[in-house]
Nanobody, 129 residues
Framework: QVQLVESGGGLVQAGGSLRLSCAASGLAFGNFAMGWFRQAPGKERAFVAAINRSGGSTNYVDSVKGRFTVFRDNVRNMVYLQMNSPKPEDTAVYFC??????????????????????WGTGTLVTVSS
């Protein structure tokens, strides 16, 4: 059974930092591109960041570029989202997700459409001003 379990959410002040973690089990982690999504109150779930199978290629939504960093550890089957200088508008439930990948580049189609193979249950991040 595939499980993606997020942790690390909580209350953070604007301008601070927070690291989200996602522990993956039940899948061949190295065969999956991974992503982070978020759902703000009253809004639809949206793409935040993607990382390819090896961790050598990443993509971000424009609003977090230069502030957030996604990285992975294929030995520990973990993916992380380092959130630096968060803003109140980053307040959301953050989800980790996995999609099978047959190449080293990040195919953005599933990330932009939300058609990922597996999802975590989310962790709440609240950024205070």
């Amino acid at each position: 059974q595939v499980q993606l379990v997020e942790s690390g959410g909580g209350l953070v002040q604007a301008g601070g930092s927070l690291r989200l973690s996602c522990a993956a089990s039940g899948l061949a982690f190295g065969n999956f591109a991974m992503g982070w999504f978020r759902q703000a109150p009253g809004k639809e779930r949206a793409f935040v960041a993607a990382i390819n199978r090896s961790g050598g290629s990443t993509n971000y939504v424009d609003s977090v570029k230069g502030r957030f960093t996604v990285f992975r550890d294929n030995v520990r089957n973990m993916v992380y989202l380092q959130m630096n200088s968060p803003k109140p508008e980053d307040t959301a439930v953050y989800f980790c997700a996995a999609v099978r990948s047959s190449s080293g580049i990040v195919n953005m189609t599933p990330f932009l459409s939300g058609a990922m193979n597996y999802w975590g249950t989310g962790t709440l991040v609240t950024v205070s001003s």
